[in-house]
């Protein structure tokens, strides 16, 4: 059974950092590309970032371009979502989701994470 484990949200003043961790089960993700999503009451869910399994390159929303890190650790199964000088706006449900493929960007991504809370306020 495939099942991710979200970790790593809370509540962090603007300017703070949170790391993100989505551990996978049920398969390896060493040929799976990796997307994170997040979904701000009121609008639409926005793809922040993700990484290929071909040549693990990274791609990101101009939105957190400097400021937000993808990376994935095969052997721990696990992606990581390193999120730096958060702002506002940043505050969302985050979701991390993978696919079977090996390009991240404009794919259709089968599995999806329960979402974890990030909450950037004074």
């Known amino acids: 059974q495939v099942q991710f484990v979200e970790s790593g949200g809370g509540l962090v003043q603007p300017g703070g950092s949170l790391r993100l961790s989505c551990a996978v089960s049920?398969?390896?993700?060493?040929?799976?590309?990796i997307g994170w999503f997040r979904q701000a009451p009121g609008k639409e869910r926005e793809g922040v970032s993700c990484?290929?399994?071909?040549?693990?390159?990274?791609h990101y929303a101009d939105s957190v371009k400097g400021r937000f890190t993808i990376s994935r650790d095969n052997a721990k199964n696990t992606v990581y979502l390193q999120m730096n000088s958060l702002k506002p706006e940043d505050t969302a449900v985050y979701y991390c989701?993978?696919?079977?493929?090996?390009?991240?960007?404009?794919?259709?991504?089968?599995?999806w994470g329960q979402g974890t809370q990030v909450t950037v306020s004074s």
């Open positions: 989701a993978t696919k079977p493929y090996s390009w991240c960007l404009g794919v259709e991504y089968d599995y």
């Open positions: 990484i290929s399994s071909s040549d693990d390159s990274t």
């Open positions: 049920g398969f390896t993700l060493d040929y799976y590309a």
